[in-house]
């Protein structure tokens, strides 16, 4: 019955429930999952596992893409099935359990993963879970909604289960392109020059005798949980724009800018939104993941065309998306993450990377993860790989959180993500801070007037001025330098 | 009388003296200049600017490939020659001049000023300064010891200066390999799959009537200044060796290892000294600096070939080198910093990177050129290039500083230019500690027992083990994170 998704007669014999494939695992395995922000993961395995756990705990290491949707990671770390977790997640209950230390987590850039499984630096997958839309006659497996780390799981585990979701459309089958670079010493370079060049296949490769099992579902990808532009999130949409068309008059760039990356989240997406009332036409994206603004801007017809890893949508984009895949087609690419944030391409395309900052302080440096400096919030997922290499890294933010109660530009980030010397461009709210070829002590005036909130300049103005009477090339106070935070742990507020 | 050396007839009217050359300069003018770490810099440029400002400061932007010799940065900076630089330097009168703030240092990655000297981020150069060996019948420019950003200094300079330095014999032409890549959009992969590879040209193109002067000098480049192995350092490599000899007995590599990058200094210098004892072969370096130890291993037949962008020597080494050009001629190719540090090609060959830290913390953060957090030492140099997109990032250093006043492991450093995401290996005289796959709570005990000298163990534990109290991914105690570094300020020891 599902002959037309499962093209490769005897595979049909393999297919048995999730709890049947779940007694597959042992404890202490290292599991590779598909997943990529909520798109393409699996659904089944996730909540059998945490059957399968009840007496045993599996206290799996689990490697995804990126973040899992539908609780999945919540439920299984409650379970005692993950006990060791890279590279990324966003799950309250996971983060919960990471900021205990019940569940170890190993916070990577989102290109680096797939590399250390290659080389060793990571343990072999024991077994590979693999949502897709259709097993081909060859054994191709063809993803859904996100390729992540898929393809590099397939080709180190012992054993792969693929998850086939019915409520994926076929049409999806074409828009994935799987290129992974070969082992070492033999690499050549990627043959991607331009962002929606196509220089591999359009499914994973697999031996079939090693898929183990194939679970049949149908449901649909858990919708993005992004909140909708604000005040503050369109003024710093502004600040973006005014600086991209400000390099377009410069002569800096041309009006089809550079490649863009957007990362996930609220702000970002609000900015992309943004880019719908511009000036710019035949804008490209070399992203990891495409978002409600992609889609918006690619029917818009300001966005000509946009690679990513994958792509998660509100529920309405995401059905309408479904429903057109057609429009998408020529227009879409999805590749491994390797691929999508790859140091290589990065740098060679010049990409525009816009990322979100929890705080970032005045000097430059950028703390994208751990909230209040010591409690992971998600991860630094795809940032550090588009900051490092890219031609642009812009972080946007917006000044205060909780009330005002919390400044976003601190006298010293109380953990360092992105350096001062892989940052660019800091955006609030208030301004924009282009920091390129400033020294420090040239920075600190700049992104205090711009940037900081009203409320809080005055305080690290008098910190920039006391600090320098101590002299360097990067004056601070070490004994006030992270009070802002111990007062905010201990009275609630960094204000005195 | 040069015609050997100018080729091109018409350029013999250009050749004038250094004071001459130093009238073409004017106030506030961005000057690019050759030499990298000490080696290939102009020699009589720097002194005759140093004339010409006297009355006037030129307070001029100065851009290097990296260190210069000769005292030339401190000269200038004394003189107000220069009133900004970057992206590097290792001189004791400038730092000073920066720490003051009297001249502004942009600390950047030896692979990003090229980049940001063609998109434009940068100001265009005024006038280039490159020393040369020759300058060929097509204008061809032949650089010296260092490539470093010279041919990009070419590339966008208006005017070019030419020091001719008959100290630098015409053997070296043909070891140099230029290759820049183009501007975006149409950018190529870069044709580099081997650190032997040759994809450029010989000489540094440029149109003859750029050529604005041409100035004979007549002196070798400053000897460097490394220190010799000690017991410390000899501890430190055998650390390394044992844990590269591991990768190859877990066939994680095969016993000509991956390229090596290795920093400038005493310890990464000792490092590959040691490597004269181990049972590698075949090894090969893609570094960005030659020291007397690469040389060494080529004699010594472990180096099969080295790539970098500068040969920087001790003053018997270099006269040696010298005379023997021939016998190095197939194993070295001296290349522009931009490809010798390039993300692409790090990430392709899958670098070993060996850099010197100043100090590192129990998370594994490291800080390699703030002293006590706010003073410049010299710059991140090329350390970063590597770190972030290498195989395998490890640093080094001596576990203790000032007789012991200063613990090289601190528990937080007080400036981060490496992130817990981009290293995997620190170590100390006392051992080495793999950081690869680890979460921070699993890494701290490690870098503790491993590295940290005896002396400051204790307190490590006991800090470590208070902030776990507070729980969180990186556990801290912000009010007491940084005050060793100010205990050390105020008292001139870390120890309470």
């Known amino acids: 019955m599902y002959a037309h998704r499962i093209r490769r007669p005897e595979l049909l014999v393999r297919v048995m429930s999730a709890d049947a494939a779940a007694r597959l695992f042992a404890p202490a395995m290292t599991v590779g999952m598909s997943g990529f922000t909520r798109a393409g993961d699996a659904k089944a395995l996730p909540r059998a596992l945490v059957e399968r756990s009840r007496g045993e705990p599996l206290g799996l290491t689990l490697i995804t893409g990126a973040s899992l949707g539908n609780d999945s990671d919540g439920l299984m ?8 977790r890279l590279p990324f997640q966003a799950d309250a209950t996971l983060r919960r359990k990471i900021n205990t230390g019940e569940v170890l987590f190993i916070d990577q850039h989102l290109s680096e993963t797939a ?6 630096a990571l343990p072999a997958i024991d077994i590979a879970v693999i949502e897709a839309v259709a097993i081909r006659g060859d054994g191709g497996i063809v993803p859904t909604m996100a390729v992540g780390n898929s393809a590099s799981f397939v080709q180190s585990a012992k054993q792969v289960i693929v998850e086939l979701n019915l409520a994926a459309p076929l049409a999806l089958e074409g828009l994935h392109d799987i290129y992974l670079p070969r082992a070492r010493p033999d690499r050549a370079p990627i043959p991607l020059a331009a962002p929606g060049d196509r220089i591999g296949t359009t499914a994973i490769q697999v031996d079939p005798a090693r898929i183990a099992a194939i679970v049949i579902t149908d449901s ?17 949409a502004r600040h973006v724009i005014a600086f991209l068309e400000g390099e377009v008059a410069a002569g800096r760039m041309t009006p089809r800018l550079l490649p ?8 970002a997406n609000a900015v992309l939104h943004g880019l719908a009332q511009s000036s710019f036409r035949g804008l490209t994206m070399y992203s990891e993941v495409l978002q409600d603004s992609a889609i918006a801007l690619l029917d818009g017809g300001q966005l000509a065309l946009a690679s990513a890893s994958s792509i998660t949508l509100s529920a309405p984009v995401h059905e309408q998306f479904l429903a057109h895949i057609e429009r998408y087609r020529d227009r879409i690419v999805l590749r491994p993450q390797e691929i999508s944030n790859h140091p290589e391409i990065v740098r060679r395309l010049g990409i525009i990377g816009l990322n979100t900052a ?8 950028v703390n994208s993860t751990h909230v209040g400096g010591t409690h992971m919030m998600n991860g630094i997922g795809g940032s550090g790989d588009f900051a490092r290499n890219g031609e642009l890294a812009i972080f946007v933010s917006k000044s205060e959180a909780k009330n005002g109660a919390i400044s976003s530009v601190v006298p010293m980030v109380a953990h360092v993500d992105h350096t001062e010397h892989d940052v660019d461009v800091l955006v609030t709210e208030w301004g924009l801070a282009d920091l390129r070829g400033l020294a420090p002590r040239e920075r600190a005036p700049l992104i205090i007037e711009r940037c900081a909130h009203p409320a809080y300049r005055a305080a690290l103005r008098d910190y920039h001025e006391r600090a320098l009477l101590r002299g360097g090339q990067t004056p601070h106070l070490l004994d006030e330098a ?11 507020a960094m204000q005195p």
């Open 115 to 120: 590399e250390q499984l290659r080389s060793g």
């Open 482 to 492: 992270l009070a802002w935070h111990e007062r905010h742990r201990l009275t609630g």
């Open 260 to 267: 863009l990356q957007a990362g996930i989240g609220t702000i």
């Open 77 to 84: 770390a409650n379970a005692g099935v993950i006990a060791r």
């Open 358 to 365: 929890l705080e970032f302080d005045i000097y430059g440096n």
């Open 220 to 236: 649909p990808d858990s919708p993005s949980n992004v909140q909708p532009p604000d005040g503050e999130t369109d003024a710093i």
